[in-house]
């Protein structure tokens, strides 16, 4: 599986945005999709996973009740759609795709990454 991350850019405090992963390869209507994210000088940290099904989702807590992950299995693409952004938001983005059930919080848990994309929130 080959993961294609999009949609960052530059956005003030309190605004809103759309990243998008397309995956290629294979389909990914097995697999658990996720969202990671890196700041600068920081380790990489979980932001979110949804099951192959979208029943199952999961949040950090820094990110519920503004971030949520959705899934379109036809299209191959997973989202993350985040608002209320704050400065402490920015970071590159990944995607990430496992067929696993285990370790879904943890980058380790995961067999497939893009390519990250780019988040800045300015204050």
């Known amino acids: 599986v080959q993961l294609q991350a999009s949609g960052g850019g530059l956005v003030q405090a309190g605004g809103s945005l759309r990243v998008s992963c397309v995956a290629s390869?294979?389909?990914?209507?097995?697999?658990?999709m996720a969202w990671f994210r890196q700041a600068p000088g920081k380790e990489r940290e979980f932001v979110s996973f949804?099951?192959?099904?979208?029943?199952?989702?999961y949040y950090t807590d820094s990110v519920k009740g503004r971030f949520t992950i959705s899934r379109d299995n036809a299209k191959n693409t997973v989202y993350l759609h985040m608002n209320s952004l704050k400065p402490e938001d920015s970071a590159v983005y990944y995607c990430?795709?496992?067929?696993?059930?285990?370790?879904?919080?943890?980058?380790?848990?995961?067999?497939?990454w893009g390519q990250g994309t780019l988040v800045t929130v300015s204050s």
């Open positions: 949804i099951g192959p099904s979208s029943l199952a989702t």
């Open positions: 990430a795709a496992t067929t696993r059930p285990t370790g879904l919080k943890e980058s380790a848990g995961y067999d497939y």
């Open positions: 390869g294979r389909p990914i209507s097995t697999h658990v």
